[in-house]
């Protein structure tokens, strides 16, 4: 059975995308058959992501039957594991909680892995909260980002009532900052989100850098297996932090 993973935000500028592009890099990678849906309309970057040309369709003309499942489903060059549904510029009318199962339930027939990229704060969250098994919180050391991921935790769990894990990604994590107590440690987030935490994404250039062109991690990367090993806990294995 597929598995159906949002990666959400309390707020913008925390590297949610850029994280949910190398999590289904790396599940792909694995061998696991991965798409992910971009529900972010307007500000679509997946396509770039994933180095993927010529995007004709999108995940609005699949919902109104404009197109088929297949014309709408965008295979990365690099990698036929990996699937994308582009956002679109404009919805004709927002996705449905019962379109979004539809869609799910039938990638699941060809998908181990679905990813749901949301956008920022709580746009579509209470309709993707009841499709989604599990949902990924990224959050940053920032003390805003910090306040916003406990927000937005608290409204999954007493508005939405999502049935859904919530997981959480610190991400961008300085350790220089850590020794010199700048930002708050691993423990205070965790504290203040009420979240279990999943993974710790360490500061690297080299993440944004090969992100905005459309180019994997070198597998021989930390940051590649710090991915790696939150796909591994993803599916019930135990992998240290490394941090």
């Known amino acids: 059975m597929s598995k159906v993973i949002a990666i959400a935000s309390g707020k913008g500028g925390v590297g949610k995308s850029t994280v949910c592009c190398h ?30 040309n010529d ?17 709408v489903l965008q295979t990365a060059p690099d990698n036929e594991k990996l699937s994308l549904i582009p956002a679109p ?10 379109q979004l199962k539809v869609l799910c339930d039938t990638l699941g027939s060809r998908y181990e ?13 209470e309709t993707v909260s009841k499709v989604a098994d ?3 919180i990224v ?11 406990s927000m937005f935790a608290s409204f999954l769990r007493n508005e939405c009532k999502t049935k859904a894990s ?19 440690n691993l423990d205070s987030i965790i504290d203040q989100t009420q979240t279990q935490l999943i993974g710790v994404i360490l500061e690297d250039d080299k993440i944004p ?6 180019k994997p991690l070198k597998t021989k990367s930390l940051s590649y297996k710090i991915f790696d090993a939150i796909c591994s806990r993803i599916n019930g294995e135990t992998k240290r932090l490394m941090i």
């Open 113 to 125: 892995n679905i990813l749901i990229d949301l956008p920022a704060g709580y746009h579509l969250t």
């Open 209 to 214: 850098l090969k992100t905005l062109k459309g």
């Open 166 to 184: 919530l997981r959480l990604i610190v991400n961008r994590v300085r350790k220089d900052f850590l020794k010199k107590g700048i930002a708050k």
């Open 55 to 71: 995007t004709v369709y999108d995940l609005d003309d699949v919902l109104n039957g404009i197109c088929t499942l297949s014309d």
């Open 89 to 98: 510029a404009k919805y004709r009318n927002l996705p449905t909680a019962k």
């Open 23 to 52: 999590l289904a890099r790396a599940l792909a990678s694995a061998g696991q058959a991965t798409v992910i849906i971009e529900l972010d309309a307007g500000l679509r970057g997946f396509d770039i992501f994933l180095n993927i």
């Open 139 to 149: 959050v940053t050391q920032d003390l805003v980002s910090i306040r916003d991921a």
């Open 134 to 136: 599990l949902f990924l």
